[in-house]
């Protein structure tokens, strides 16, 4: 009996634009290798019909939509859900955004279980129309998935107001170690090792950017403070603040997506400061973590659980600045941090633990859906 498994709400492997694709490519590696037969859904700008390829042993089911944006991520969700419909095995969508086609699911009896992501309908970044669109769609995501996994316990609470506790699974996000990485890097950026702060978050109120960037720059500091996104001054006021706000040991060297870069930056950084106020458990603090960085975070319940008691939190930009002010010169407080982060990481967040729980999960659910179970 060969066990086969849909991933869907991706834009695709191999993995280049973020945590769900990345999370995706190392699912469907894992599966393959164990034996399931794996196929993962790719966006495609264009006209045409669906077409595959195989890599690394996964089918790669490319969908073309010729619509742009946010229209376009949904055309090409339900032109995934309805060529899932016609395929053996179990569904499992990754995000919740377009939900109501699970609908198509229950209809014909096929097995589909939702990754909740994060509280998206909160963010600030939707206007309303939006943040209705995605809080309907996560009320029909918990009504019609057979089962739904969180990736942190604060979102299990939350879905337990929707659905009963036995519905739901926590499983968190994971990452690789960063054991070595070449510090070269970082030099190349203009920064010297174990000499800056780093921040890398899309630049968005919600991510507290702004009031990093001030606190960080409150007073000459002697150290850099390195922001990694896409700033768009001349379009967005946000960004404009952000950039007017930021001394001159503030450094914004762009979005870099190269993950030696990435890793490098978060290997070698002093301290990795988080100012994310809303969702799970988020990739590029695990990520962080896992380079053993020592981590200064938004204080919220989210942040907590995810970084665990051996970290620091700041509640506003004044915090901030104090925490900053002890910190960033503090040898043996550093050195604990990044202790206790390499120790929450390894017992919580490894890839391995991760994706064993999820083909558990998924071995379960394949099983019943054949009514063997």
Known sequence: MVRSVQILGTRGIPAT??????????????????????????????????????????????VPVIQEGAFGTVIFDLKSALHASREPGVALTLGYNTAVFGLLYRLIGKTNLFNMDGLEWRRDKWGW????????NERIGCLVGNHLVADHPEIAKHLETRVASEKITMIPYGADPVEHANPDLVRDLGVEPDSYALVIARPEPENSILEIVRAFSHRKRGRRLVV??????????????????????????????????????????????????????????????????????????????????????????????????????????????????????????????????????????????????
């Not at 129309?129 to 309907?136: G, I």
């Open 17 to 62: 634009h973020g945590g769900f694709e990345t999370f995706a490519e190392r699912l469907a590696l894992y599966l393959a290798g164990r034996g399931w037969e794996v196929a993962v859904y790719c966006q495609e700008q264009g006209r045409g019909r669906l077409w595959e390829e195989e890599w690394r042993g996964i089918r790669l089911i490319h």
């Open 129 to 136: 129309p939006q943040k209705v669109w995605l809080y309907l």
């Open 228 to 373: 990694l996104g896409r700033y768009h001054p001349e379009r967005s006021p946000y960004h404009r603040s952000v950039l007017e706000s930021a001394s001159d040991e503030v450094v914004f060297p762009g979005a870099i997506y190269d993950q030696k870069v990435t890793a490098a930056l978060r290997k070698f950084c002093r301290l990795y400061i988080h100012g994310h106020t809303v969702g799970g458990t988020n990739p590029s603090l695990v990520e962080a973590m896992g380079a053993g960085a020592a981590v200064l975070a938004h204080d919220n319940c989210f942040n907590r659980w995810v970084a665990g008691p051996g970290q620091a939190y700041f509640r506003d930009e004044m915090e901030c600045s104090a925490l900053l002010d002890r910190l960033l010169d503090n040898e043996r407080e550093i050195s604990r941090m990044r202790e206790a982060s390499r120790e929450r990481f390894e017992q919580n967040f490894k890839w391995e633990f991760v994706l064993a729980k999820y083909e558990e999960l998924l071995e379960i659910w394949f099983h019943k859906g054949r009514g063997l179970v």
